[in-house]
Each structure stands twice: as structure tokens, then as C-alpha cells.
């Protein structure tokens, strides 16, 4: 048949369509990790405490490897995002709930991304009362005029930048062994400021969105079960480069900044950890990828905030619905950009410390989204036969279990800190 | 009014007051064009047991208590129903096929009351006062300023649970094949296949046609090679080259193996043409006549190929070599006289604007729009017609979105 040769003829970008169709969640989630918060959490982890903190590291690489196979199986299974299968089996309340810590979280999120701007331009003395509010614009100008996907896509590829960390790992020729050693040995400080950097640690890795993301991500783009096999690995192989990407993060600033006791105060003084390899275009490299990071998450939150919370309560979504019967998408996208705006404009806010809490409180509620998730993944009547092995519940259990810990000796800390 | 969110949990209590249990869940009985009239009460009693009591027992339904107009021991408990409906558990907080607006909405509450002497469920609760109502914080709202927006229950379409044909609301049917497109693409794949798999296979065709490409694909995959290849060989032939174009060289072949070989060589020839040119824009499908036809005949024609056409407008007379000769418009074969040869109907080709398979989309556009054309033939380069593009073809490409 003709047919047959027409396809044969042409099937080298056929067969190259299948293999990019089926790699992407997996690595882009991860990827998109690396953000504005994420730049800055691990950043700030090296330079103020060294390689103290690369056991916490090593552990959520694995929370992050389990979290994101989950999310992955129960988009596979329900064909539909994490906002309603909760919809669908817990109730209104509850969905209600789930809701608002993912929009207090997201939106904490996205305000560090507009900090992370800010922050980006502050190294060449730009005002972010100019550059925040023109970032802001543009983003909603993209969202509404232009293509979301090939932005995302754009974005995303400007992202993979921080492979520079990994290259400047290895000129500033840290101490491996002790890299290797402060991996697997666990150590902890009673003090705020470790929990506080351990606690966002955890929750700009594996964070809320990123749950409801890569579930949306497998349903939208129509994988099937047979997918599955190659889909898991990929999701491994994906947490495993952005923590090993998080690794040279801390390791680069822990051989640099940690050593010459410097504290991260501004975005230039976390651009030094760059000098190594970089030397003069130090400044210049760290702004450029910490605005792409920070503009990829500005693109994504919004829209995938309002994309859930129309999932939930059955508003109408997507760019293609005019104003007035998508308004409340349109009106929770825009909230979600104009809300973290004021926020980075309040005047002599630290950025710093925006980027940084925003990710506690990630942290923080990260666990209640989980235990949806765990719950929808036991579940026969919803999984079938794809529910958790144990090996899976395990890990996930002592990921939400260590952060409730963390959390509640941080709030024992701070309040007897405080009296 | 009466809300199922209101009923939910409360005390189901018998004659002598006695608590037989909570109210778990409520069973209907929907037909389509009705309102679902309540048949049993699904009640968790003390013991923590699953029981179904029929309605005939009930003496009130209220927002605290159910009375129940015997004592338990003299109510006839009834097995597991089957084909009723849940409300709690197939309804309420699911996605529903709103078939009035034409769009898929989520479940916030039901609202229920007395039709014909029969307690029913009158209507679907989609608004923010009904979520209001569920969170239990309406009185943030005590002046009403977002007001209760109830569809009525004979003009939605449940999704969930088993959707057989005789319980699909012949409304629904009767929408527009792309508006229920546009449900498809909202509801999840599970229901979307559901949706179309209820459907008839011409029907189902035509919806197909309408949805976005990414869509058909995983529509395609997901509703298995047996039901797929009933509603392909439905399509039009230059949508199946479209379609065909999305898959790998091995599902195509699949699909492919299921049409008529004729059909395949259509396909083919139509694939190997760009997109955004007349050959790929262009349908295959047409009706095509012999010079000393008579009208009769010709109408005759007509009728024996209209089934397996989208559309009809003109019909191509063509020689005994193949060579097109020129168009009539079924105007013109309406108004002739039955005995009238072709040969004295059709338009000349030769003053005719025609298009060539590889004119790109802009000159197809251009040309048919200065010639006012409804459609035009296609000529390969040795007089054959290859097919004809009509306007809706050209419509897609301008305004891809809608």
C-alpha cells in the first residue's frame, strides 16, 4: 500500500515525535524546579551552612522520584488532574481546602518568581518598581495573545542554564569527598535558620504545583498505560538531574561564599558563587538565568492555578473561552499575578527572604497535599490494581512525616525563641 | 427548597422514633425527558451495615431527620438495586453534561421536590451559592448577591457510571456535531469515550471531524480498534488522511487494514498533498455523472451515493476517458426536465475558475472568494478532477480556533 511508504518514508520525525510525546513530564517538572525560590533556597543552604545540608538532599531526591511516579500513575488511571480526582472522592469541603493551600502556596510561589526578577535586575541597579510591573505585563500579554505551550517550551529550555552550576562545580574543585560524606551523614541544628533553609530545601523540591503539574501534564498530553514503563524511569532520571543540578548549587556556593563566611543578602552576593568560572560575567550569567527561572515560573503558576480551580468547581478554563464565560479563569490568573506584584513592591521587603519563605510555606503545606494524594493512590476503587507497593508508601509517609517534624520543632524554636 | 447537601447524613428515624441509621446516599430511577423520581434510601445503620429501604416507607424527608412511616421490623429491606442511579456517589461533586447550554458542568447540589406526586430530583445546583451552601458559610452571603443557578434535571446528562443508549437524553443527540465537540474536549477521557462510544457511528464521525486534532488521537487510541474503525470508515475521506497523518506508521496501518481497499486508495492519494494546498484541503468525495445521462438518471445517482456523503451541492460530469467536462448544481438538475441529458446542463470547465492540487491556500482563497464559490474542483494536470474543496474546508484553515 502507498500509505505505508508515505510513512516509512517520513517516519524519522514520526518516530522522533513519539520519543519527545512520550519524555517531557518527567524532566520538566523536575526542571522547573529550578526556579527563582529554588535558585535561592539552595543558594542560601550552601553558602550558610555548607554541605550540611546535602543529606536532606540526598533523601528528597528519592520523595521527589516516589512523589512525582504517583502523580504520573494516578493521571495514567483517573485520565483527568489531581483537582478532580480530589473533587470527584472527597467532597466539596475538602476540595475547598486542598484548593486554598494550593493557591496560598502558588501564589507564594509566584511571588518569589516576581522577586526573582526583581532581584535579577537589581544586580544592574534597575528599580523593580520599573522592571516588576513591565515583567508582570508581559507575562500576561504572552498568556492572553500568544502561545502558551511554545513560551513554556522557551522557558523551559533557557532553564536547562543552570548546568553552568555543574561545570562551575567542577572548576571550583570542592572537597567531593566530604560533598560525598555530608550526603549520608545526617546532620541537624536546633536553630531557626537551619530550619527555616531545611524546611524550604524540601518544599521548593518537591512543592504542591509540582504535584498537580505532571499529573495534568500525562492526562493532557493522552499517555497510555503502556507508556507507563518508560514514563516511571523518566521521572527518576528527571529528579535525580535536578538534584544533582541542586547538588552543584550547594556545593559551588558551600567551596565559595560558606568559605569566606559571606552571607546571601542580595542576588549579587549569590552570583559570586558564579566567579569561579565566570569571573567578571559572574553578575551578568547569575541575573540572566535567575530572571528566565523566575519569568518560567511566573508563565506556568498562574495559569496552572486557575487551570486546577476550574477543574474543581467546573468554571470554564482555557484561552480560548471568551471574558464573560471565563472570567473567574481569567480572574484567577490575573489575581495570581497582580496580588505577588504588590507583594515585591512593598518598599524595602527583603527579595531574599521573599524567595525563601515562599518556599517554607511550601514546605509546610506540602504534606497535606500529599496526604490526598496517598489517599487517592490506596485506593482500589480508583486505582484498581495500580495502588502504592509499600516501598512507595514508605518513602512517601517518612517524607510527610520528616516535614511535620521539621515543622513543628520550628515553630517550637520560634516560640521559644521569642519568649 | 430541598437540597440534597441539606438531607445528606441526617438521622433516618421509624415510626417509634426509633434511629435506625444515617442517610448515606439516595437512589433514582432516570429516564430520559424526566425528572428521576427517588426509589430506594441508602442508610449506614447502627451497625454499620449498608441497607436499602424503599421509598414507599418514607413518610417526610427533611433537612434533620427521615421518618420512616413503619417500625423497622416490618420494613421489607431491599437487595442491591441495579440500574438506579447514585446521588451522592454518580452526581453530586461529578462533572455533567449541561445539554441546553451545551457544556459540561460540575455537580455542586441537587435540588428535590414533589413532581406528579412523586418525590424526584428537579434540579442540578452549578453555582457559587451552591458551594456556598456546601462549605455550610452561605451566610457570608445574606443578601443573595450570588443567586442560585439551577439546571433543570431533563435537560442534563449524567456521565458517570454506565452510560447506555436508552439513557442518553435524545437532546444531547440532537446537538450540533461540533458542539458536542466541545463537550468532549471538557469532559475527561473516560466519559469522552464513554460519550462517543454511545453514540452511532455516523454521528459519532461527524464529532470526530469537529474535535481538535490532539484530541482525535487519543480519542482514537482510547476507544479501541473495533469502535474506531466503524466511525473512520464514517468520515470524510480528506478528514481520515488528516487523522491517519497523526499516527505512526503502525497504528495507521491498523486503522487503515479496517477501511474498504478502495477507500485506503483515496486516503492515500490525498495524503500525499501539503497540507495548505488545494490536494490537501480538497474531499474526494463527490458524485460524478456521464454527459448523456439523463437528469432522471443522474437524480437517481444521487440517491444511491447521498449516504455515503457529508454534503452535496454540484455534481462533476465527467467523459469516458475521465476528462472533467464541468459542474451542475442540483439547482439546476431541480429545475430541468427529467428527460434533459447532462450534456446540455453542465457548465463549460473551460470557463470556469478550477484549482490545481498545488495551489497553495492563500490562491485557493483568493479565487474563491473573487468567483463567489461555494466549492470548486480540483484538476490534476491531465484533466482529471482530483476532488473539491468547499468553503467549510477553507473556513478551518482561517479560523483554526473555532
Not at chain 1, 517516519?11 to 517531557?24: D, E, H, K, P, Q
Not at chain 2, 499516527?247 to 492515500?268: G, H, I, N, W
Request: with cysteine.
Amino acid at each position: 500500500m502507498k500509505i505505508m511508504r508515505y510513512i516509512k518514508n517520513s517516519s524519522w520525525y514520526i518516530r522522533l515525535a513519539f520519543i519527545l510525546s512520550v519524555i517531557g513530564p518527567g524532566i520538566i517538572a523536575a526542571n522547573a524546579d529550578n526556579d527563582a525560590g529554588g535558585i535561592t533556597t539552595y543558594s542560601i543552604a550552601g553558602a550558610h551552612f555548607g554541605t550540611k545540608m546535602l543529606w536532606v538532599l540526598f533523601l528528597i531526591t528519592f520523595s521527589l522520584a516516589i512523589t512525582q511516579e504517583m502523580g504520573v500513575r494516578i493521571g495514567l488511571v483517573t485520565r483527568q488532574g489531581l483537582a478532580g480526582v480530589i473533587r470527584e472522592n472527597f467532597g466539596l469541603r475538602l476540595t475547598a481546602f486542598a484548593m486554598i493551600l494550593m493557591l496560598i502556596a502558588n501564589i507564594g510561589t509566584i511571588t518569589a518568581e516576581f522577586a526573582g526578577v526583581a532581584a535579577a535586575f537589581s544586580i544592574f541597579g534597575w528599580s523593580k518598581y520599573l522592571v516588576v510591573p513591565i515583567s508582570a505585563l508581559a507575562v500576561w500579554f504572552i498568556l492572553y495573545k500568544g502561545s502558551f505551550k511554545t513560551t513554556q517550551k522557551i522557558f523551559l529550555l533557557f532553564s536547562f542554564f543552570y548546568i553552568v552550576y555543574i561545570v562551575n562545580g567542577f572548576v571550583v574543585g570542592p572537597d567531593f569527598g566530604q560533598a560525598a560524606k555530608s550526603l549520608i551523614t545526617p546532620t541537624i541544628e536546633w536553630t531557626m535558620p537551619f530550619l527555616v533553609t531545611m524546611i524550604a530545601l524540601i518544599g521548593t523540591t518537591i512543592t504542591p504545583w509540582g504535584q498537580f503539574f505532571i499529573q495534568s501534564y500525562v492526562v493532557d498530553k493522552g499517555l497510555e498505560a503502556k507508556h507507563y514503563r518508560i514514563e516511571r524511569w523518566e521521572v527518576f532520571f528527571g529528579a535525580f538531574v535536578t538534584n544533582i543540578v541542586s547538588f552543584f548549587i550547594i556545593i559551588s556556593t558551600a567551596a565559595t561564599l560558606y568559605k569566606h563566611g559571606i552571607h546571601i543578602t542580595d542576588a549579587s552576593d549569590a552570583a559570586r558563587a558564579l566567579e569561579p568560572l565566570a569571573g567578571q560575567l559572574a553578575q551578568i550569567l547569575f541575573a540572566f538565568g535567575l530572571f528566565v527561572a523566575s519569568m518560567l515560573g511566573a508563565f506556568i503558576l498562574p495559569t496552572a492555578t486557575a487551570y486546577a480551580f476550574c477543574e474543581a468547581f467546573g468554571w470554564e478554563s482555557g484561552f480560548d473561552t471568551t471574558w464573560k464565560s471565563g472570567k473567574t479563569f481569567y480572574g484567577i490568573i490575573l489575581a495570581c499575578i497582580v496580588v505577588p506584584v504588590i507583594i515585591v513592591l512593598i518598599p524595602k521587603i527583603s527579595l531574599i527572604k521573599i524567595m525563601v519563605l515562599s518556599q517554607d510555606i511550601n514546605g509546610i503545606l506540602l504534606p497535606f497535599i500529599l496526604l490526598f494524594v496517598m489517599k487517592i493512590i490506596n485506593d482500589r476503587r480508583i486505582m484498581g490494581e495500580h495502588v502504592n507497593k509499600p516501598i512507595g508508601n514508605i518513602i512517601s509517609w517518612l517524607t510527610i512525616v520528616g516535614i511535620l517534624v521539621a515543622t513543628a520543632a520550628l515553630l517550637v524554636i520560634s516560640f521559644i525563641g521569642y519568649y | 427548597m430541598l437540597y440534597l447537601s441539606q438531607i445528606l447524613g441526617g438521622r433516618v428515624e421509624d415510626s417509634a422514633d426509633q434511629v435506625v441509621g444515617r442517610l448515606k446516599d439516595i437512589l433514582v430511577e432516570s429516564k430520559p425527558g424526566n425528572y428521576a423520581r427517588i426509589v430506594f434510601l441508602l442508610v449506614k445503620s447502627k451497625k454499620g451495615e449498608d441497607i436499602f429501604i424503599p421509598y414507599e416507607y418514607v413518610e417526610s424527608l427533611g433537612r434533620q431527620t427521615v421518618d420512616l412511616k413503619n417500625i423497622f421490623d416490618k420494613i421489607n429491606l431491599a437487595p442491591t438495586p441495579s440500574r438506579c442511579i447514585y446521588l451522592s456517589r454518580d452526581i453530586l461533586d461529578q462533572q455533567i453534561v449541561d445539554v441546553d447550554g451545551a457544556r459540561v458542568v460540575r455537580v455542586n447540589d441537587l435540588s428535590l421536590g414533589i413532581f406528579e406526586d412523586q418525590m424526584c430530583v428537579l434540579g442540578v445546583d452549578v453555582s457559587f451559592r451552591g458551594i456556598l451552601r456546601r462549605l455550610g458559610v452561605a451566610w457570608l452571603d445574606p443578601f443573595r448577591l450570588v443567586s442560585v443557578h439551577l439546571v433543570d434535571w431533563r435537560k442534563v446528562q449524567p456521565v458517570k457510571g454506565a452510560l447506555k443508549l436508552d439513557t442518553i437524553s435524545s437532546d444531547l443527540r440532537k446537538l450540533h456535531p461540533a458542539d458536542l465537540a466541545n463537550i468532549i474536549e471538557d469532559l475527561n477521557l473516560h466519559h469522552g469515550t464513554k460519550l462517543v462510544n454511545s453514540l452511532e457511528s455516523r454521528e459519532a464521525a461527524k464529532v470526530l471531524e469537529e474535535l481538535n486534532p490532539h484530541l482525535q488521537k487519543i480519542l482514537i487510541k482510547h476507544l479501541g480498534p473495533a469502535k474506531a474503525g466503524r466511525i473512520i470508515e464514517k468520515m470524510s475521506t480528506d478528514e481520515i488522511a488528516d487523522l491517519m497523518q497523526l499516527f505512526s506508521q503502525k497504528e495507521a496501518q491498523k486503522y487503515l487494514s479496517l477501511l474498504q481497499d478502495s477507500r485506503v486508495e483515496k486516503v492515500t492519494k490525498l495524503i500525499k498533498y501539503e497540507d495548505d494546498t488545494a490536494g490537501g484541503l480538497m474531499n474526494t468525495d463527490f458524485i460524478s455523472g456521464h454527459p448523456d445521462w439523463t437528469v432522471a438518471q443522474m437524480i437517481e445517482e444521487i440517491r444511491k451515493y447521498s449516504p455515503d456523503m457529508r454534503s452535496i451541492t454540484f455534481v462533476y460530469v465527467v467523459d469516458n476517458f475521465g476528462k472533467f467536462l464541468g459542474p451542475v448544481s442540483l439547482r439546476n438538475l431541480l429545475l430541468a426536465d427529467n428527460k434533459e441529458k447532462l450534456k446540455e446542463l453542465y457548465k463549460s470547465a473551460d470557463r470556469l475558475a478550477t484549482l490545481r492540487p498545488d495551489y497553495p491556500l492563500d490562491k485557493v482563497v483568493n479565487l474563491m472568494t473573487k468567483y463567489d464559490l461555494y466549492s470548486a474542483a480540483v484538476i490534476s494536470h491531465d484533466g482529471k478532477i482530483a476532488g473539491v474543496v468547499t468553503i467549510d474546508d477553507v473556513m478551518r484553515c482561517l479560523a483554526p480556533k473555532a
